[in-house]
């Protein structure tokens, strides 16, 4: 299998408008700054949409390339156009990328990953230029990624457990980061959906999903919990006693809780600082530890703070 037969049509599309783009500044190659015009101008994919959404735009993109590398002095056709060594390497990285996550395809999106996490490109410094962060792509990229899946909602407001291992969104939105959570953590946000619908609630809060990760069984939580001497089933109590079940109608579906897009959106920042492609349920944890709402106070009036959580995880090299 070539490097380039797992690529979608999207990404194809852009290696081809990164050679149009070599030719349009006189280039006989392609760099990675190309590749970054090319992403930009596809227009559709998650790349672009991602850089569109930070205002990298096409013009000043290519004004900031002319800036830093310069026009060529003769016209070049395709056939003398080769890949620079940088890009083949970003490109390298880019199905890693994709294979971390366990996507079975290459798209836009896992080339401007691996763009992002080569960082030393014409095309990174391009971004920086523009005043983005490359950690900001990284983040921003993630949380577009939350698409595949399947919706258990109408389970969980109907109070059925959901299947053990399920993928899931929610039904209004997407959770940020859910295509990094490891298998331990995807039971756990599933059942937290199923703690929601249990307690007639209108959105799955963080709460639910501290639940969640208790009441799965989950290996790591359990383990850091005991370290800290928490009884877990006085934890399960104290939660459903400062979130009691809300009376009235079930709700006809789910949303998510801001809080909870902001707490994979801590968990994916601790997994990523720690190098780990995959959240764990112990990112989680410190997570909801760290940020406001019922689970958080909960944690804390057991002495499950974050420092301590951070303690434990250090400490466990996770």
Known sequence: MGPFDRFNDRAKRVLALAQDEAIRFNHNYIGVEHLLLGLVREGEGV???VLESLGVELSKARTAVEFIVGR???TTSPSEITLSPRTKKV?????DEARKLGHSHV???HLLLGLVREGQSVGAGVIESLGVSLEQIRH???ELLAKQGTDISTAATAGVAPTTGARVIGSSHMIAAVDRLDAGSQRSLARAYWEAGRANDKEVAPH???????TSGEAWTHSVLTQLGVDLTDLVTRIDAAAPRREG???SGLDEHMGLNDVFARAASLASARNRALIRSGHLLLAIASADGVGATVLKSV????????????RMKE
């Open 47 to 49: 790349a672009a949409r």
């Open 249 to 251: 109608p079930r709700p």
């Open 208 to 214: 639910h999903l501290l639940l969640g990760l208790v």
């Open 72 to 74: 060529g002095e003769s």
């Open 140 to 142: 921003r990229v993630i």
């Open 107 to 109: 798209g836009t999106e």
């Open 303 to 314: 002495g499950a703070t974050p420092e301590r959580i951070r303690e434990i995880l250090d």
């Open 91 to 95: 490109i390298e990285l880019g199905i």
